[in-house]
């Protein structure tokens, strides 16, 4: 009877209202949380226009070494890579950035290549990441939750001892290990290959470290669920396993599965970018924010910007990743309880 | 308790024996990483190859080889690094650890005290403005890759601002605290800001939710019907719940931190923690100082889950260890 | 209302009006209630859930922290108003002079601590005793509630008492100051049945022995009938029907008063059904001008699309358009058929 | 980290060739060459702090194979002979050392005599005798040398210690005489390069005592100008003044001026540039990073030393493998690079210089041509792309895939990028494959890999050309399905290795038309193979600390770390 109660009488008298419907008009109400969702769908748009902005605009391939290179500005020949004469004369440094969108805005990177362009194709690689690797993960983590919390028994016990060890890895140590390896090999699974040099690699990894984070809550959900009323009515009135698990437990973890998808992509996004700061991410010459800020350290004193400037659209999409996140908790799932990062 | 201890123990020997047989697998299935042929030198014959390869028991059934590794590594003790031969790996990690739990109680002491700091102030303020600044700056915390901060505050204070606000910024690496406290301090100073700015984030996150809840408790309106001023309502008893759950965390985080997670700082200041031993060790595919990192660092995961499990029981009395 | 001050009240209420401001709108949780709790009255709250019962009662202490809130009207305590306090002195005041129980003893007390500890804050906060003499007295308390061993249990979690002990060490609590009121917010409802009249009993003993007034708030009507000497009956954030126990239990005269003592099932009565009152509560969103128990009403006419006013005699007030002769009809009808409409 | 193990390997001598030993002899046997060092008191003392980020892995002289550990073995171990202590070309001679003279050749190149020094110790104390120098070589075989297979077997009883290391007794190979202080080596064949192979660290003579395994991180006792006295592969390496040390050549091992050098392990390169500007260290081990070539350049030019190096980097193609199984292919790719760009990359033309030739310039048997660029001339001018593009058209290899295997250090990943844009350019369809640098070289080596094409350096073990040609580009350096297998490229070309054969023999009685023959071996090899694209012969850098004085530089091994003033 305090003023929750009153506004849930509010609700209830108010004649019933679909959960989903509901979540997602509260969701909507959410300032914050819309704004951080426009303000991804912006990063994203932006990043999608890296074709055209490199084609139209700024007229260079992000994905050539282009050494010996010039380009005009303000009537002037300028060397994309420029030999110092100075002293010793030690030294080659690219061209900072020239403030101009059509003509290396960010300056050029070590290869002399546009990196604005590379940043905005980066971009690409990093979300295209990011979120594919949130999704697998959740996908693979909802169904080996959903098993091990619904059948329990020894497949319970298999799968909780995995996600122990897993968790038990130090998580960037296992994503160190799998990539050191896979990343000379490749992936053989059965028929199916996959390049060492493929995107497929740092997403799988990505998407395979994070799973006992996922699968774990939902494993306790799927527990406490069956031992619901309606959950057993449904096993007592002989209903197959399939349809219990797909029309009365998985509605039910649907929310926390909505909850956690957001703040993945960024986790991903982020492991995804400290993975190719380590230079066992995404290969070269593909480009990921992560890549750019590796590239932009042999710079750091010459040419901040080069690694500076990814940094900060990383930490653009994460914050209104984060933010659209808490929204989405608040709105589909309050009592989740999620840690900011892993 | 005692079974409490047993069945850890047994979970916790099960846990690493999997992680070491991965370790092993993983690094036994990438080509060209035979360390013989790296052992040897570049150009060595055949017959040399062989001996190298006799000589570090690498001729011998995978099974076999591991099980020399860890008699090596747990029995003798003498297990040594493939590439600095004669370097044992037991002294390695043990010279790295202190550098590494150094960084990580300088930046605990940060991040509990800004984050716990965060969190209350968020929550005794919900509806002022000053929590969604709190909110948004743990979101920002958080999102921010702290390998790039790290670099960032290495460009500003190394560099740009090296000759005027920054001019006292020691260069990156490391002092032990016995040879000079000051200058120990002073070099950790921005690895324990960077490391620190994440966890904050974090924990005040965490720390306003869990108080936010905690106040919307029962046992805080009695609180506040039994006339309790609103300080102690809040340091007292909500945040004396709350702080389950952050004791938790902090447990689980510092387990981690203290196995080698803090390796992207290390990495990025160039601390020789274990962090950075075992990225090296990965980087030469050196198996043993691999396989002896990952160890201790499991361990220490390990450790931390079962430390965080007594801490629970003695914060929670409703918690019985079985 | 002024008829039924018997003597200088202790509490008094007058007009309070509780309202939330939320996104759906405004909540008028608490409309109009105007009560006055006697030294040593036990005056029962009755209403179902959402009626605004607790509400009141925990607005007049400045227990919701809602930031929506818009609280008004008066509240005096010996006479002086309360209401709008600022927080230092209305703590005074909570705890030492007003003590509260609170429905669920299961989450009423914190769990992290010891009940020993949890007294001995309470005592201290607003008495100047050592640790020591707090200990003592809380001891001492929680024998006098019944648990046995207190000595022992001092030392013991909320979670190792059972519901009733439970129950029981937050009297314990709420009488460490020797309050001189005591809102019982439901005291019983979480309880089983035969700790429900050990609590009441022991309500009851201590109400005599420390001379306090009780405010009851409860759902039940049957809670009301052992204990209160007077009763309000609140529908909706509004009294409806205001009287001596007596009066309210043996003549009713809001429709929803009768709804309500059908509901209390009785052992001794020759009805084998519960009574119940159709239709769901209404919401506090959307209140209809007129009468607020009128969509739920059988008995509702054109009359009831304008608010009634409580009005009665004799200290029996309600608030309901029907003619009070037909009433008393309407009322035999439903005592001896069970059914309402 | 990995940056600096370009600098670390050194390359490999395979088995007898012959090549100016009696030039050598003679240019040496003077005795102590008359440009040695002279010792300036004034400037004795200190401790001299060098930086690196990591460390070389064993301290064992007989076993590790890192320029890191052989630049400071100079100061602290010796053997029978010595690369000569001065700057400069002559560095790359051979002067006596433990022994008293240059030994006396006999038995038509098979017999070397030496007379060992009298009174010399080692750092534990003890004297050196004939029987430590049987020992030491019996050692080499004991802790598997890396070159004992291909070097130290052309000593008799070679080959049975190779097959029993543990009963290795080199009899009638090693002969000694402690009555006369005699040391004779009887060979197997005639090798014009023994000496040579004598004068690297792994030619130390160490105490019979040295346990038979590789020491590892345990410093062994030596006979040089220091002594190891602590080494922990994570913190520093130290060394102090061998006590018992005294000058008997100062060409050999002259006096050092620190009392003590550490080397110290664990800084980032950043920061350890960053000590250097400041003063905190002495010299940066590792390769200076390139965003602070520039300021360095500018503002400490004068503590900047940069030297041509005898090494080269090359883009190696596999010749068994489509699309460079086709000649055509080969020589348009060395049409199409940019050999400009790669320098670029490197860091720009104060440290690279382009290359066309498999020799480096300097080296003996250098011949000035340049194959396959705009124009014509011996030197570079610049890529043919138009004929590149011909050549590949002709080829027929048109639109395949090609993977470029590099190591995943900042400069080899650009030079990898680099060149798969090209290849795009020419019509192939490149990738990239980046691979830690510990396991690259092995990986490219390895046919089962299938690796088209990778990126290389080669750094020369001592002056003699068929330390490139024979070595990489030799029939029986290729061994498939391997990790050992050095000629990467699969190429082997029967009328060249006879004619290598031949320059050898040459080489016995006419180096100088020896070295001749193998510049032209190194142009038709180019011509006729084409299985390299030489890119640049890279320089170094050296930075020291504004304290340091009397910076020395060896062709062979690098500055001379103990001759550096810190007073």
Not at chain 1, 88 to 101: E, N, S
Not at chain 3, 153 to 163: I, T
Not at chain 4, 237 to 245: G, H, I, P, S, W
Not at chain 4, 421 to 449: E, R
Request: glycine content about 8%; hydrophobic content about 45%; overall charge positive.
């Amino acid at each position: 009877m305090t003023d929750s109660s009153v506004t849930s009488t509010a609700k209830s008298a108010r004649g019933p209202e679909s959960p989903w419907r509901s979540s997602l008009r509260q969701l909507w109400r959410n300032r914050p949380a819309i704004i951080g969702f426009f303000v991804f769908l912006v990063v994203v748009a932006v990043c999608l226009c890296a074709p055209l902005y490199a084609h139209y605009v700024a007229h260079e391939n992000p994905f050539t070494s282009n050494i010996q290179g010039t380009f005009r500005l303000h009537g002037r020949t300028i060397h994309v890579l420029q030999q110092n004469t100075q002293g010793t004369g030690l030294g080659v440094t690219p061209i900072g950035p020239t403030w101009d969108f059509s003509h290396y805005f960010l300056g050029a990177d070590n290869q002399g290549r546009d990196v604005f362009a590379r940043l905005l194709y980066g971009g690409r690689t990093s979300l295209l990441i990011g979120t594919s690797s949130a999704l697998i993960c959740c996908a693979v983590a909802a169904v080996l939750g959903v098993v091990a919390g619904y059948f329990g028994g020894p497949i319970d016990w298999v799968l909780s001892r995995i996600f122990d060890i897993i968790w038990a890895f130090p998580i960037y140590l296992l994503a160190i290990s799998l990539s050191v390896v896979l990343l000379t090999t490749g992936i053989q699974f059965g028929p199916i290959h996959v390049g060492a040099g493929s995107l497929l690699v740092p997403i799988l990894i990505i998407a395979s470290i994070y799973v006992p984070y996922v699968a774990r809550p939902l494993r306790g959900i799927v527990i406490s669920l069956r031992e619901r009323e309606f959950i057993q009515s449904a096993i007592g009135s002989g209903a197959s396993d399939t349809r219990i698990l797909l029309k009365e437990i998985l509605p039910n973890v649907a929310p926390s599965i909505i909850v956690f998808l957001p703040l993945m992509v960024a986790f991903n996004l982020l492991t995804e970018s400290a993975l190719s700061f380590l230079s066992i991410g995404v290969q070269p010459p593909a480009a990921s924010w992560g890549t750019i800020i590796n590239d932009g350290l042999g710079l750091l004193y010459t040419r901040p910007a080069v690694a500076i400037a990814p940094g900060i659209m990383i930490a653009i999409t994460a914050i209104s990743l984060n933010i659209l996140g808490d929204g989405a908790r608040d709105a589909f799932d309050p009592k989740a309880k999620l840690r900011g990062s892993v | 308790m005692g079974l409490f201890i047993v069945r850890r123990f047994v979970a916790a020997v099960l846990v690493m024996f999997a992680i070491s047989v991965l370790v092993f697998l993983i690094f036994f299935a990438t080509p060209g990483v035979d360390p013989a042929a790296r052992i040897a030198g570049r150009s060595a014959t055949p017959q040399i190859l062989a001996q190298v390869r006799h000589a570090f028991g690498l001729d011998r059934p995978l099974p076999i080889r591991y099980l020399l590794m860890m008699d090596h590594l747990f029995i003798k003790q003498d297990l040594s690094s493939y590439v600095n031969i004669g370097d044992r790996v037991v002294p390695q990690i043990l010279n790295a650890a202190p550098v590494t739990l150094s960084l990580i109680f300088g930046a605990a002491v940060i991040w509990l005290l800004v984050g716990i700091a965060g969190g209350v102030v968020a929550a005794a303020n919900r509806g002022k403005i000053i929590d969604p600044i709190i909110t948004f700056l743990g979101i920002g915390a958080i999102s921010v890759p702290a390998y790039w901060l790290g670099e960032v505050v290495l460009y500003f204070t190394q560099s740009k601002l090296h000759s005027s606000v920054f001019s006292w910024a020691p260069g990156s690496g490391y002092v032990p605290l016995t040879q000079n406290p000051g200058e120990w301090a002073l070099h950790l100073l921005f690895p324990w800001l960077t490391l620190a700015s994440l966890y904050a984030g974090i924990y005040a996150r965490v720390l306003r939710a869990e108080l936010v809840n905690a106040l919307n408790e029962d046992y805080v309106r009695t609180a506040r019907a039994k006339g309790l001023s609103e300080r102690r309502i809040l340091m007292r008893h909500a945040l004396r719940c709350s702080l389950i759950t952050v004791v938790t965390l902090f447990g689980l985080d510092v387990g981690a931190l203290v196995g080698g997670a803090a390796l992207l700082t290390e990495v990025v200041f160039g601390l020789p923690g274990v962090g950075l031993l075992t990225f090296n060790a990965l980087e030469n595919l050196d198996l043993p100082v691999i396989m002896g990192a990952v160890l201790y660092g499991a361990f220490f995961v390990v450790l931390a889950n079962a430390v965080v499990d007594i801490a629970y029981a003695f914060l929670d009395p409703r918690v019985r260890l079985v | 209302m002024s008829d039924a001050r018997v003597s200088t009240p202790l509490l008094e209420v007058e007009d309070l009006r509780v309202s939330f401001n939320t996104r759906e709108g405004l909540v008028q949780a608490v409309d109009g209630l105007s009560i006055s709790v006697g030294r040593k009255e036990v005056v029962g709250i009755v209403g179902e859930s959402g009626s605004g019962k607790s509400v009141a009662m925990y607005s007049l202490l400045g227990l919701v922290r809602d930031a929506n809130v818009s609280i008004s009207g008066h509240v005096r305590y010996e006479g002086r108003e309360i209401l709008g306090l600022p927080d230092d002195e209305m703590r005074s005041i909570r705890g030492r002079d007003v003590a509260m129980i609170f429905q669920d003893p299961m989450t009423a007390l914190t769990p992290v601590y010891t009940v020993g500890w949890q007294i001995v804050e309470q005592i201290r906060a607003h008495e100047d005793v050592t640790k020591a003499q707090a200990h003592a007295r809380a001891v001492e308390l929680l024998g006098e509630v019944g648990i046995p061993d207190p000595a022992r249990r001092v030392h013991l979690y909320p979670h190792e008492f059972s519901g009733g002990m439970r129950q029981r060490v937050v009297i314990a609590m709420a009488l460490s100051c020797h309050p001189k009121l005591l809102i019982a917010d439901e005291p019983t409802t979480a309880l089983d049945v035969t700790t429900q009249a050990q609590i009441l009993e022991l309500l009851r003993r201590l109400q005599a022995t420390y001379d306090s007034s009780i405010v009851l708030i409860t759902h039940d009507m049957g809670v009301i009938s052992e204990m209160a000497d007077r009763v309000v009956v609140m529908y909706a954030g509004r009294p409806v029907e205001v009287g001596g126990r007596r009066d309210v239990i043996r003549t009713p005269r809001h429709p929803y008063t009768w709804g309500l003592l059908g509901a209390v099932p009785r052992v001794e009565s020759k009805r084998t059904r519960l009574v119940t009152i159709p239709g769901v509560a209404v919401s506090p969103l959307d209140l209809p001008p007129g009468c607020a128990f009128a969509p739920r009403c059988a008995y509702r006419f054109e009359m009831c699309d304008q608010r009634p006013a409580l009005r009665g005699d004799d200290g029996h007030l309600d608030a309901c358009w029907l003619d009070p002769t037909r009433k008393v009809e309407i009322r035999r009808r439903v005592t001896e058929t069970g059914v309402v409409s | 980290m990995t940056r600096s193990q370009i600098r670390v390997w050194i390359r490999t001598l395979a088995a007898a060739c012959v090549v100016g030993s009696l030039g050598l002899t003679v240019v040496s046997s003077s005795g102590a060459s008359p440009s040695a060092f002279t010792y300036n008191p004034a400037h004795a003392g200190g401790t001299l702090k060098l930086l690196a980020s990591t460390a070389g892995g064993t301290l064992d002289p007989q076993v590790n194979y890192t320029l890191q550990y052989w630049q400071l073995y100079q100061a602290t171990y010796d053997g029978l002979v010595a690369f000569d202590k001065v700057a400069g070309a002559s560095s790359f001679n051979v002067v006596p050392d433990l022994a008293t003279a240059m030994p006396k050749i006999t038995n038509g190149g098979k017999t070397y005599t030496f007379t060992l020094r009298k009174g010399i110790k080692f750092s534990n104390g003890k004297t050196v005798t004939v029987n430590d120098v049987k020992a030491s070589f019996q050692r080499l075989f004991k802790v598997s040398n890396p070159n004992a297979g291909s070097w130290y077997n052309s000593i008799v009883g070679g080959n049975a210690c190779l097959a029993k290391p543990a009963t290795c007794t080199l009899a009638g190979g090693v002969v000694v005489n402690a009555a006369t202080n005699q040391v004779v080596f009887h060979l197997v064949a005639p090798d014009a390069e023994f000496l040579d192979q004598l004068a690297v660290p792994f030619g130390s003579i160490l105490p019979a005592s040295s346990p038979a395994k590789d020491a590892g991180s345990t410093p062994l006792p030596g006979t040089g100008a220091y002594t190891f006295s602590k080494y922990d592969p994570n913190h520093q390496l130290t060394m102090v003044r061998n006590k018992y040390f005294h000058v008997w050549s100062a060409a050999a091992q002259p006096k050092g001026y620190p009392n003590e050098i550490d080397m110290v392990f664990g800084n980032t390169v950043e920061s350890e540039v960053t000590q250097v500007e400041n003063g905190q260290g002495d010299w940066v081990f590792d390769p200076l990073p390139s965003d602070r070539l520039s300021q360095l350049s500018t503002k400490y030019s004068s503590q900047l030393h940069v030297n041509p190096l005898t090494a080269i980097w090359y883009m190696v193609m596999n010749t068994n493998l489509a699309p460079f199984n086709n000649l055509k292919a080969r020589q348009a790719l060395n049409y199409a690079i940019n050999k400009n760009s790669a320098v670029a990359l490197y860091g720009g033309t104060q440290l690279a210089q382009p290359a066309c030739t498999i020799l480096p310039p300097g080296f003996p048997g250098h011949l000035d041509y340049c194959l396959y660029q705009k124009g014509t001339g011996s030197t570079y001018k610049g890529p043919n792309l138009a004929k590149a593009k011909q050549l590949v058209q002709q080829s027929g290899t048109k639109g395949m895939s090609v993977g470029v295997v590099v190591t995943n250090d900042t400069v080899n990943q650009a030079v990898g990028q680099y060149v798969q844009s090209v290849l795009n350019s020419i019509g192939y369809k490149a990738t990239v494959k980046p691979l830690s640098a510990n396991i690259q070289f092995t990986y490219i080596q390895n046919t089962k890999n299938k690796v088209q094409i990778s990126l290389s350096q080669w750094y020369q073990d001592y002056p003699a050309a068929s330390d490139f040609l024979k070595i990489l580009l030799s029939c029986a350096q290729f061994h498939p399905g391997s990790d050992n297998s050095i000629n990467i490229a699969g190429y082997c070309n029967h009328s060249l290795d006879a004619k290598m054969n031949a320059a050898e023999t040459l080489g016995l009685t006419n180096p100088t038309a020896a070295n001749k023959a193998w510049g032209q071996i190194d142009e038709d090899m180019m011509a006729q193979g084409a299985p390299w694209v030489p890119l640049f012969n890279p320089k170094l850098i050296d930075f020291v600390s504004h304290r340091v004085g009397n910076y020395q530089f060896s062709r062979q091994f690098y500055m001379y770390v103990d001759q550096l003033w810190v007073k």
